[in-house]
């Protein structure tokens, strides 16, 4: 059974899907005024293993994922800059594209705009206000949330003391601050608007989502997901705006991402600690390590972003290759190995129940290390059989499939991204690795014991340590 945290309920409950094996799924998506940051990505790496996880047990997947590219904060930086919206919103767009592609992540079945559903939108506003949850003022639309008697249920906002009529005009709140919401602003001066039968003016934040996940998952579907910030109010506006218009619940699980904090504090440009990927990647940090990090610690539960914790996940990605490498190179005996075969199987089922119980990722990676640790000790002992190499394989291929740090080449991915090398030099790639070290091989086979001794000394020299052993060879990074 899967079981997952719904904030909506307030507890860990089975999964149900409205259709049998289909998941309908809305992922808010990021608001393109900047590059997205690392804390933006933990959100994104914890719907992609979800996605990931959901495809492995045979549900098939309608994934829509939005991309904010018109709010206060667009519009203000776009005029800052002195382009049109869409100029400067289709920069960050491609950014955020290319950073997704680096980190592994698998494309939605639909990425929308929202200046690409206006009229979705203006049809739902109007659609309230023939039901009277709407009024207007100046030219914009409102949202009365005392018309709405469930506000508050996913946030569990006290509503009390709130006063009717009070409107916010910004599209997001201060905390803790539940009051009439804009659905649709009249244009301020230089203000991007369009033309519509609400008059002129742009839509407001909350509504962007809610007209576009019923537009193409229907007005109810089974996960609605993002960052445990969104929940109030953005989340909250959507049930109430969405739930009001049909009468229909809107969604039935919604699953939320915890703070990601950097050294223990929280991600601030103030503070000097608020990182993209693109400011990893040139600091020479590998996309598998970034994405083994953020995966690292459960989606509920804070991840705290230390430089010390990335190098390790340099380190485990590191392990689990070398791994790989070990057992496609080297030579064993014939037969197999009854402690290997168990091994196995209790590595394989012990990763998917702890996806299955709430997407625990730690013990899943637990135990995968838990067969790597095991099988290399048969290894050292000389006891691993030829026969055992596929199924070991076969195990950490099926958990690849959902954490995505071992398909591709980082460095060549790296490249054809345009990052230059580190001040350090340029990393070797496990590919280039892997190739060297089988130049040794040959090397040591012809008695070329120089040209061994050459390519150990380079490797050395790029920061990659060789472990001679009785059946073939481990490398790791220093």
């Keep these: 059974m899967i079981r997952f945290y719904n904030t909506l309920a307030g507890k860990v409950e089975p ?19 900047d590059f997205a940051h690392i804390g933006n990505f933990r959100t994104f790496v914890f719907e992609d293993i979800l996605r990931r996880f959901l495809e492995h047990q045979g549900y098939e997947l309608l994934q829509v994922r939005n991309l904010t590219d018109v709010d206060d904060k667009t519009i203000r930086k776009s005029l800052e800059a002195g382009i049109s919206l869409r100029e400067y919103t289709d920069k960050f767009t491609q950014a955020f594209l290319e950073d997704a592609r680096l980190l592994n992540l698998e494309p939605p079945e639909r990425l929308v705009r929202a200046t690409e ?14 039901q009277s949850f709407t009024y207007e003022s100046e030219g914009s639309t409102y949202f009365r949330i005392s018309k709405f008697p469930g506000y508050g249920k996913l946030s569990k906002i006290d509503l009390s003391g709130i006063k009717t009529g009070a409107r916010v005009e910004a599209d997001s709140y201060e905390k803790e601050d539940p ?23 742009r839509p407001g934040w909350h509504i962007e989502c809610s007209a576009m ?3 193409y998952l229907g007005e109810s579907f089974d996960i609605h997901t993002g960052g445990v910030d969104l929940a109030f109010p953005h989340h909250e506006n959507e049930i109430a705006q969405s739930e009001a218009a049909t009468g229909r ?14 050294e223990g504090e929280k991600m601030s440009k103030s503070l000097g600690n608020f990182y993209t990927l693109r400011d990893l990647f040139a600091r020479g940090y590998r996309p598998s390590a970034i994405r083994y990090l953020l995966a690292s610690v459960p989606y509920r539960k804070q991840l705290n972003f230390t430089f010390d914790g990335l190098q390790q996940a340099a380190g485990a990605v590191d392990r689990l290759r070398n791994f ?37 990722t730690a013990q899943a990676l637990a135990a995968i290390f838990d067969l790597v640790r095991d099988v290399n000790t048969i290894a050292d002992q000389g006891e691993f059989r030829s026969e055992d190499v596929a199924p070991v394989l076969a195990v950490l291929a099926e958990w690849d499939k959902i954490f995505a740090v071992m398909t591709e080449d980082d460095i060549q991915k790296l490249k054809s991204a345009g990052y230059a090398p580190t001040e350090a030099g340029e990393e070797i790639s496990a590919a280039e690795v892997e190739r060297l070290i089988q130049e040794r091989v040959q090397a040591r086979s012809r008695r070329d014991f120089a040209a061994a001794d050459r390519i150990r000394q380079d490797l050395l020299r790029r920061g ?5 052993m009785k059946d073939g060879f481990r490398w790791r990074r220093k």
């Design 117 to 130: 559903h206006i009229d979705d939108m203006v049809k739902l506003i109007e659609r309230l206000r023939r």
């Design 15 to 33: 999964f149900e899907t409205l259709e049998p094996k289909r998941v309908r799924m809305y992922s808010c998506g990021p608001t393109v005024h």
């Design 213 to 215: 996940s019923m537009r």
């Design 249 to 262: 619940p809107f969604v039935r699980h919604w699953l939320h991402g915890e703070h990601l904090l950097v």
């Design 179 to 201: 009051r009439d919401f804009a659905l649709w602003k009249a244009p301020k001066e230089n203000e991007p608007f369009w033309e519509t039968g609400l008059g002129r003016g």
């Design 324 to 360: 790989r490498f070990r057992l496609t190179t080297s030579t064993f005996s014939s037969g197999s190995q009854p402690r290997v075969r168990e091994a196995c199987q209790a590595a394989g089922q012990e990763v998917f129940k702890a996806l299955a119980d709430d997407l625990n």
């Design 464 to 468: 990659i340590l060789i472990e001679d």
